[in-house]
């Protein structure tokens, strides 16, 4: 059941540690009761505009900046998250930007040009060095870069493992997911690197409408993630 809107007003405020937002002069909490704080001003006045565009029922999925915030502060903290830093490792182990098509070369130049750098990236920022194939072949990632990933995803902030769980669950790539965290791609990046091949076949073959509300669906998730990094920082 939709929960009815139940303020009349919502609005930033200060609070002990930071900012929040207030719906009729009364600081919010995360869905586990904590208290929701953030950083930045500009932040909080986002959450609150995303609280006071909401009608007659409270719709979460049109709150993406707050669904962020809950998680940054209710999982990437709490006892749930070494079991996310496990997901992210995961994927890591068999990460979309590690396997090549064999063909046709047009889509294998693409590819390289939009993954190699970023491996590159990787592997001089982090010293992590992902093997890499062509085809549908496995290829078993050297254990000594894997327990690098997992050292390099339990040390960031909760801000900037909220910034990689989420990024990483849209794209099916942590080497992606950690990018976008470390400032190295913003979101229309992001999504140029995950959809080179469904980018590809729209331009090939022509429109296909699941296929490009797909891709246009991972974008605005990925701008969101871009705009809560940013505000984070206390960009306006």
């Given at each position: ?10 609005a ?21 009761q ?17 609280w ?6 409270i ?5 993406p ?49 939009l ?43 909760p ?11 849209l ?13 190295r791609?913003g ?25 490009r ?7 605005r ?16």
């Open positions: 059941m939709p929960v009815k809107r139940f303020y009349k007003a919502a930033a405020g200060t609070a002990p540690g930071g900012y929040t937002v207030r719906l009729d002069g009364k600081n919010i909490k995360t869905p586990l904590r208290p929701l704080v953030v950083p930045t001003a500009a932040l909080a006045a986002a959450l609150a505009a995303e006071e565009a909401q009608t007659d029922d719709r979460p999925h049109a709150m900046l707050n669904q962020l915030v809950n998680t940054m502060i209710d999982k990437a903290t709490g006892h749930e998250r070494p079991a996310m830093n496990a997901e992210v490792v995961k994927y890591a182990g068999s990460d979309l930007v590690c396997y090549f098509a064999t063909h046709p070369a047009d889509l294998v130049a693409r590819q390289e040009a993954w190699h750098p970023l491996l590159g990236w990787l592997s001089d920022e982090y010293g992590i060095r992902l093997e890499t194939a062509q085809g549908i072949q496995y290829v078993n990632q050297p254990e000594a870069d894997m327990a690098a990933v997992k050292a390099r995803v339990e040390a960031l902030s801000a900037d493992f909220t910034v990689v769980q989420a990024v990483t669950g794209t099916g790539s942590a080497v992606i997911a950690l990018a976008v965290a470390a400032g791609l979101a229309e990046q992001a999504y140029a690197a995950a959809g080179v091949d469904e980018i590809y076949q729209l331009e090939k073959w022509g429109e296909d409408k699941i296929a509300d797909r891709l246009n669906r991972m974008l998730e990925l701008e969101t993630v871009e705009k809560f990094r940013f505000l984070m920082q206390g960009g306006n």
